[in-house]
């Protein structure tokens, strides 16, 4: 389990959570964490042809 600033247990749904209260779009960053595959020599990748009101990709997956 990760450690916070002070040494305790830090919980990760609550310092999600907290993230969320701020700012509530990386929700949907997070969201899209999920969505990415494996590329040689890029790392990593988000999926293609995603159309979301606040993430969109192209074919080759790169955000505009």
Do not use: C
């Not at 389990?1 to 749904?13: F, V």
């Not at 779009?25 to 999926?47: E, I, K």
């Amino acid at each position: 389990m990760a450690m916070g600033l002070e040494g305790a247990p830090k919980d990760p749904a609550t310092s999600r959570a907290r993230i969320y209260e701020y700012a509530p779009q990386m929700r949907v960053y997070h969201r899209a964490l999920n969505a990415q595959y494996w590329q040689p020599f890029v790392m990593r990748g988000s999926l293609p042809n995603m159309n979301r009101p606040e993430l969109r990709t192209d074919p080759w997956g790169w955000r505009h």
